[in-house]
């Protein structure tokens, strides 16, 4: 199907998150819709094949299910390595190979990752589904740092409600409400109750409620997840809440494949918008260029390649007309799209404000660990069931990044690679027998670590391009990036450790973190940075962001609050590349509740 | 070396009795995977010296082991390995310095879901539980 006689209203780019579920929300209008969507279809694999997969992946990374595919090509955390060691190679698929898909420039690597295959990077998200703050909003206001969003938490509350929704998040609005000025909607409840809290939850618990901590004062909640848990009745209707999916069954393992989607994922609203009736979605078609009529500078079509196997040729080429477009391509492929459209814009389109592919943000994860004075049972439930929230915001930002705790529930797992490297370790060392099982029982029932997802201001030398001479396979430029962290985040990755080391001491934990240059760099090689004298590591969070980001002025922002382009009347730009600043919170439901309020705009400038 | 004989080193180098590496009822065959990749990764030579050093030891136990396979230079990487496995399903290659990619390998899914290492510390794979919602919120059985 390309160029059909079919007239299409709106063509979306990207059928993952906010593709979907705009693609959903326009059908279900009536709207004739028409998807592109670079990687394999829905129906391609199924999950029983990616954990297969899984289980035979040497390395159980995000990415680890889904097969590299050399004419739509993701980013592996296994290709972050030292810059002096990506090597130049002629032939694309053997430098996607060597090197990984992007082309990283530096002074850092960019550490985040995300899945081109339809429905996107929520096959390997981990179904956190936590609000913004109210000041996340208003960064600049409050404290002079980055920019203000174009809307404020008052505006986006409704929007949350209904993400809530649509994604079926597991939360209790009493343990939200209230942190950092959250409100709800008066009546409003979840759709599902709280998932409970892990063992080592408990004990965070217990241990530091009410600790005080800088200006703030520690609680710990349970995070609000897209995964399934015990019904609510909707809040407006009465009716008890279901998705017709299982109820999670803590296979820790939501990062990279739930095996059972408990966890939401937008293959389901991709499957739902197909059954409207009114989408049609076009699978390995590659967009590269945006096309403008000259006149209107309305956008009057989409160019596209398309493939048959992840390592064969070009197999169809056309161009993708509606009467609206979408982009929804993922931070890093959206800008790097519009930027590709040079033939008509020397800038790219969509870009007057220069800020396309600028202001790349991730939130940089800080990883401590430790042993547990008593075990408490790692390697159980979902990933992560808690976290704490109430360090988020305080008058702190004017000086260094915030961030939020996230508590695992997966032991050393994303630090060390445990339980493989320990085990090996022992048995290496001579241990076996019984003294093998008492040391497993002794080491492995204690572990425990937090992530903190700290806060990165945008900046304009964090930046994505396509590369002026690295493709991938289809010919198509590859991104190349320029990503650094700022002495604002740097300080708040000073604070976190100091934060980690008075949290594990209230606990009577040991801190086993990596936290020498030597150690660091044996073990994280490439993402290892200093600040005022200390060495750190960062991992990515897999929330990129900012890279197309709303404003209220089209000098320094790429679209309005609504995710219209400034400069193309019928172009909406949507996903977490919209984001003015990226706050603590992970994205994801602010994504969809963007998403939804994009959808709303369209249907309303019809 | 027979199936019987693997099974019963196993068994010591890993602490669990023979009926719980290899049941009587066995619908995972664990067991039959892992003496095939030590037939396959290791020579002939080695195994036939490995399955003599063991036989020929009176009674064996844990201390009889130690001294006489886990610490010789021939045979304790062997049999480190093959602990290795039952705790972990992988096969690491014997040779360090290789840098074959496929040389280091999960045997396989089905001995991925039973790799000892989960359920020593009372969890389960990652990916791979078969219990209900919410057993996560208290601690295991630890008897």
């Not at chain 1, 710990?220 to 998705?243: F, L």
Request: with cysteine; proline share 6%.
């Amino acid at each position: 199907m390309s160029d059909s006689n079919t007239q299409y209203d709106v063509v979306i780019v990207g059928g993952g998150w906010a593709g979907a579920t705009i693609a959903k929300q326009l059908g279900e209008a009536g709207k004739k819709v028409l998807i592109l969507e670079a990687g394999n279809p829905l129906q391609s694999r199924n999950r029983e094949e990616y954990m297969d997969s899984f289980f035979h992946a040497m390395a159980k990374v995000p990415s680890a299910p889904y097969a590299q595919n050399y004419n739509a090509p993701r980013p592996s955390v296994l290709d972050i390595k030292p810059l002096d060691e990506y090597k130049p190679e002629p032939n694309p698929v053997a430098s996607i190979q060597k090197n990984g898909y992007f082309i990283q420039k530096g002074p850092l690597p960019f550490a985040s990752t995300n899945e081109r295959v339809a429905g996107g990077t929520s096959w390997h998200w981990l179904g956190t589904c936590l609000r913004l703050v109210p000041n996340d909003f208003k960064l600049h206001e409050k404290y002079g740092i980055g920019v203000d969003w174009p809307m404020d938490y008052d505006d986006l509350s409704p929007y949350y409600d209904a993400a809530e929704y649509f994604i079926g998040v597991a939360g209790a609005v009493d343990q939200q409400n209230g942190i950092h000025g959250i409100t709800f909607t008066e009546g409003y409840n979840y759709p599902m109750q709280p998932i409970p809290p892990s063992v080592l939850d408990q004990h965070f618990s217990n241990a530091l409620d009410g600790m005080p901590l800088d200006e703030n004062v520690i609680k710990v909640t349970g995070t609000p997840a897209g995964r399934n848990g015990a019904s609510n009745k909707n809040w407006k209707t009465g009716k008890i809440y279901s998705n017709g999916r299982r109820l999670c069954q803590g296979n820790t393992n939501c990062t990279p494949i739930c095996p059972i989607q408990a966890k939401y994922d937008a293959t389901i609203t991709l499957s739902e918008a197909l059954n409207t009736g009114n989408v049609d979605v076009m699978y390995q078609t590659v967009a590269y260029e945006v096309l403008m009529d000259e006149q209107t500078k309305e956008i009057n079509g989409i160019k596209y390649k398309q493939y048959e196997t992840k390592l064969g040729p070009v197999t169809g080429e056309g161009t993708a007309t509606g009467t609206k477009y979408v982009v929804a391509a993922h931070a890093i492929e959206a800008a790097k799209l519009f930027l590709m459209s040079k033939s008509q814009m020397s800038a790219g389109i969509a870009n007057s404000s220069g800020q396309m592919g600028k202001n790349l943000m991730d939130h940089p994860v800080m990883l401590a660990w430790g042993l547990m004075p008593e075990p408490t049972f790692p390697f159980r439930g979902p990933l992560s069931t808690s976290g704490i929230e109430t360090l988020k915001d305080g008058a702190y930002r004017t000086d260094r990044a915030a961030y939020r705790v996230e508590i695992g529930n997966e032991g050393w797992n994303w630090p060390t690679g445990s339980p493989y490297t320990e085990v090996n370790e022992m048995i290496d060392n001579g241990i076996f027998g019984s003294e093998l099982i008492a040391d497993i029982q002794e080491n492995f029932t204690k572990q425990f670590r937090i992530g903190f997802l700290i806060e990165q201001d945008p900046e304009e030398d964090c930046f994505i391009v396509p590369s002026a001479t690295e493709t991938d396979n289809l010919g198509i430029p590859r991104p190349e990036i320029h990503y650094d962290l700022s002495p604002y985040t740097r300080k708040g990755f000073e604070k976190a450790r100091e934060a980690a080391a008075a949290m594990f001491t209230k606990l009577g934990a040991s801190n086993n973190t990596y936290e020498t240059q030597e150690e660091l760099e044996k073990h994280y090689a490439g993402s290892v940075f200093e600040y005022n004298n200390q060495w750190y590591n960062f991992f990515g969070a897999g929330h990129i962001m900012g890279t197309h980001r709303m404003g209220t002025q089209a000098s320094d922002s790429v679209t309005d609050a609504n995710m219209k382009s400034w400069d193309h009347d019928n172009l909406y730009i949507v996903g977490c590349g919209s984001f003015p600043t990226g706050a603590t919170s992970n994205p994801t439901l602010t994504m969809v509740a963007l998403a939804l309020k994009a959808a709303d705009a369209i249907l309303a400038d019809w | 070396m027979t199936l019987d004989t693997f099974v019963q080193l196993s068994a010591i180098l890993t602490g669990y009795p023979e009926k719980k590496l290899k049941p009587k009822n066995d619908t995972q065959k664990v067991s039959e995977a892992y003496f095939a990749v030590l037939n396959k990764e290791v020579d002939a030579q080695t195994i036939a010296q490995l399955n003599s050093t063991f036989t020929s030891i009176q009674n064996p136990d844990e201390a009889s082991v130690k001294t006489q396979i886990v610490d010789d230079p021939t045979l304790g990487p062997i049999a480190k390995n093959i602990t290795k496995m039952w705790y972990l399903a992988i096969w690491y290659s014997l040779d360090p310095t290789s840098t074959d990619p496929n040389a280091t390998y999960v045997v396989s899914s089905i001995t991925y879901k039973n790799g000892l290492a989960w359920s020593t510390m009372y969890a389960h794979p990652m990916g791979y539980s078969e219990e209900n919602f919410g057993y996560w919120e208290t601690p295991p059985n630890t008897k």
